[in-house]
């Protein structure tokens, strides 16, 4: 499976982006498909993850009310949709998939990040 995270850039506080995760290689279906996220001296963590068996979805505290996780079976992409972006979530968005589970130590298929700024 093969990843291809896009969709960052610049926003300003208070604004939105959506994050697109688009696979190929393999159909998604019945993949656990997630989104981490790095801040500069930060370690590597988990913001949202889905299932796509069963559509059941899971977000980290920090951005609860704020993010979605989607997923389009027929383009193979899952997107996080995010919006009342604030400072900290600035960081370099990675999204990653694998059958067993949504943890990071589970995931095997990494795409390149894609760089969200949250700044005014």
């Known amino acids: 499976v093969q990843l291809q995270a896009s969709g960052g850039g610049l926003v300003q506080p208070g604004g939105s982006l959506r994050l697109s995760c688009a696979a190929s290689?393999?159909?998604?279906?019945?993949?656990?498909v997630g989104w981490f996220r790095q801040a500069p001296g930060k370690e590597r963590e988990g913001v949202s993850c889905l299932s796509s068996s069963d559509g059941s979805t899971y977000y980290a505290d920090s951005v609860k009310g704020r993010f979605t996780i989607s997923r389009d079976g027929a383009k193979n992409t899952v997107y996080l949709q995010m919006n009342s972006l604030k400072h900290e979530d600035t960081a370099v968005y990675y999204c990653?998939?694998?059958?067993?589970?949504?943890?990071?130590?589970?995931?095997?298929?990494w795409g390149k990040g894609t760089q969200v700024t949250v700044s005014s």
């Open positions: 290689g393999y159909p998604l279906d019945y993949y656990f």
């Open positions: 990653a998939t694998d059958v067993r589970g949504c943890g990071e130590v589970y995931m095997d298929y």
